[in-house]
């Protein structure tokens, strides 16, 4: 059996870096703009994975995998290494969201989201006030300004005593230090994808490769994308999720279609298609 090397598409996490003329017209600084790493949460309806570091032994129990095999008529090992496969997409440390943030935007939510925070500490609410600036970020304070400000207001907003007026004193210099803190949620959320949804809908179409089926999907009666691979798809994310909850058809047809027929003007690394067409594991 050849097996397949381990967490293959997997993105490494890196340092946040610059992006020169990421959507930036020539008379601005194109050290405004930066492509920023987050594991979860970006949108808020995004599926909430079971995230955690399975390692070989997948991602999916021993029943689970019984009831994949059978339900899709898999062999055992095939349904092992899907596991497996689908076990590195939900690594903690695996398939983070690149999302683009202005320096601009960032430093005007962070200003705002510290003086919300300072006001809430002064009405003895410590625990919003903390919530508020727990997220924040230093990344584009420039060298000659430390940004010693936000750690401290950190460390004493998560200390397990908190001493209101402390805290209280640390938000008023993080508020007098000028780009102290940054705010690195995206520029614009609506084109955002979840990174692990579509790596595991790809493992589906990785595994109907190995075993000889068709990456495909039909149509329903109704309109509605069906069919073996889709109906295998909602099957391991119900077992995946912390709700028990199954993807939108119609997004899982889009990633099928991309895994075929990559968009030639985004760069999504290697083809999909290119790794295992001429290879076969069993």
Known sequence: MRKRKPKHDV??????????????????????????????G????????RLSDYGEGGALDAAQVAEIAERHDLGPEAARLLSRQIGYCLDIDSAVNSIEVSRAIALRR??????????????????????????LSDHFSLEDRPADALQIAKEIGSAATVEASDFVAALERLNDTPDA??????????????????????????????????????????????????????????????????????????????????????????????????????
Not at 114 to 130: D, N, Q, W, Y
Request: aromatic letters at 10%; hydrophobic letters at 35%; glycine letters at 6%.
């Open 11 to 40: 993105l490494p996490v890196y340092p946040p870096l610059p992006v020169f003329g990421c959507d930036a017209g020539e008379d601005q600084d194109p050290n405004d703009y930066s492509i920023w790493v987050h594991r979860d």
């Open 42 to 49: 970006v949108k808020s309806f995004a599926m909430r994975w």
């Open 110 to 135: 962070a200003v705002e989201r510290c003086e919300k925070a300072l006001k809430a500490a002064r009405r003895g609410k410590i625990e919003e006030a903390v919530e508020m600036i727990f997220d």
């Open 181 to 282: 803190a940054f705010d690195m949620s995206p520029r614009d959320r609506r084109n955002l994808f979840d990174g692990r949804r579509r790596q595991i809908v790809w493992e589906c179409c990785y595994l109907f490769l190995d075993i000889g089926r068709d990456v495909t999907y039909a149509t329903t009666d109704r309109g509605v994308p069906g069919g073996p691979l889709i109906d295998l798809v909602q099957d391991v994310t119900r077992m995946i999720n912390l709700f028990d909850c199954t993807l939108s058809a119609p997004t899982i047809r889009k990633d099928i279609e991309l895994f075929m027929n990559p968009d030639p003007t985004v760069d999504h690394g290697d083809d999909p298609r290119s790794k295992f067409l001429d290879q076969s594991i069993f």
